[in-house]
């Protein structure tokens, strides 16, 4: 008797292996890109977060105002900055000392609502407060692509305190 021994795969248990795998990639997919989705807001959102803190923390303890602003104008997105506002415009200007500043991933769709969308101003006890002397409040909405998907919010307070929260935003604010 003669016994052949196999060594390798059949090309049927390789095509039968092979449509396996594309099952489950077809599967596996979409919440992989959930988690990219879901990381990048994350880091974005914990980025603002430490930023804000920052700020807060320096103004009270540079006795001084300071000021955290997008990088352009009313977009978050392209990340922002903390600044010491001289001329308290809300604006960095070429003579105002920069402290920090954070180019954004770009991933995140960060909206603002009108308070807080030029800026954040913190004075020296650590109060947020508008430009013309009232108190700053508001929320910073980081909004999922699947908007079906929980999002971060992140609410400032009329004393500058920062509470974070997490849910579905709602496409009437992440439209736009």
Known sequence: MIFFHRKGFTLIELVVALAVVAVLLVLAL???GNLIDRTRMDADASELLRTLRFARQEAVRGNQTLTVAPLTAQDWNRGWV???DRNHNGELDKNEPL???????????IKANTPLSRYVRYNALGQSQLL??????GTFRF????????????????VGRVRVERGVIGWEYCEG
């Open 30 to 32: 979409p919440a992989f």
């Open 82 to 84: 903390v600044f010491v």
């Open 143 to 158: 909004c999922p692509q699947d908007l079906t998907r929980p999002g971060v919010k992140m609410v400032i307070n009329r």
């Open 99 to 109: 402290l920090r500043a954070y180019e954004g991933s770009g991933n995140s769709a």
């Open 132 to 137: 013309n002397g009232g108190f700053q409040a």
